[in-house]
Every structure is written in C-alpha cells, then in structure tokens.
C-alpha cells in the first residue's frame, strides 16, 4: 500500500525546515505551501517541539502521491508525529499519535472530520 514518511532531525539553529520529496500531481504542493506548514506547525506544537529553540529538519517521503481527497495531508501529519515519537525516543500510544494528527489537519482544513488522520493512523478502511 502507498505510504508516507518522515525523518526528523534537531539542528543547531532555531528554524524549520522542510524537504519534501513525495511525489505530487503537478502544483499540488506550490498551492498548499502555506496550509502544510501551518499543519507542520500545529502538530510540532502540539507535541511539545519549539522550533524557536531548537531548529529542526523534516524530510517527507513516500510513494503516497499528492494528491487533492486521496488524504496525503493526512498521511503527512502523522507521518510527522511518528517522526517526533521516534526521534525523541518517546511512547506515543496511537491515540496519541492520532490526535497529533488530527491538530495537524487543522493546517489543511480548519476542521478536519478526523476520518482521514484516523485512516493514516490505524490503517485499514473506516
């Protein structure tokens, strides 16, 4: 099945930078810049990561395409909250992971119904 992922890595200098390398339907990604950050943002912040004080890089992966209803937003955003579990050696329950997500898709949607963070969590068809 098609999969999202993210790398994590803390930097020496205050910031956020993201590296995207999912592949995408043409424009996608220039259009939801803005919404993908604020996700970025919501679910960094709501896990606790202050990108003010510690600089971090996020590099996003996958053969999950870009794509408009298909919920690579979605699979961004937890994919991203996996990242932190792992990288700060954490013990996020999946319920927890799934709530990250869903503030995440707050970015995309003001307010997301949960099914698709749900979905990206747990797998399988709601």
């Known amino acids: 099945s098609a999969y999202t992922?993210?790398?994590?890595?803390?930097?020496?200098?205050?910031?956020?930078?993201v590296i995207d390398n999912r592949p995408a339907v043409p424009l996608y990604k220039e259009?939801?810049?803005d919404e993908g950050i604020e996700a970025i943002n919501l679910t960094l912040t709501?896990?606790?990561?202050?990108?003010k004080k510690s600089?971090?890089?996020?590099?996003?992966?996958?053969?999950?395409c870009c794509a408009s209803g298909i919920g690579?937003?979605?699979?961004?955003?937890?994919?991203?909250a996996r990242a932190v579990n792992i990288a700060d050696s954490r013990s996020l329950s999946e319920?927890?992971?799934?709530?990250?997500g869903y503030e995440g898709e707050k970015g995309y949607h003001g307010t997301p119904s949960g099914i698709?963070?749900?979905?990206?969590?747990?797998?399988g068809l709601l």
Request: net charge negative.
């Open 95 to 100: 319920d927890e992971i799934n709530a990250a």
């Open 55 to 64: 600089g971090v890089k996020l590099t996003f992966g996958g053969d999950l």
């Open 72 to 80: 690579a937003s979605a699979a961004q955003v937890v994919s991203l």
């Open 5 to 17: 992922d993210c790398k994590l890595e803390y930097t020496t200098e205050p910031g956020l930078e």
């Open 116 to 123: 698709d963070n749900t979905a990206a969590t747990f797998g």
């Open 46 to 51: 709501h896990l606790g990561v202050d990108t």
């Open 31 to 33: 259009k939801k810049m």
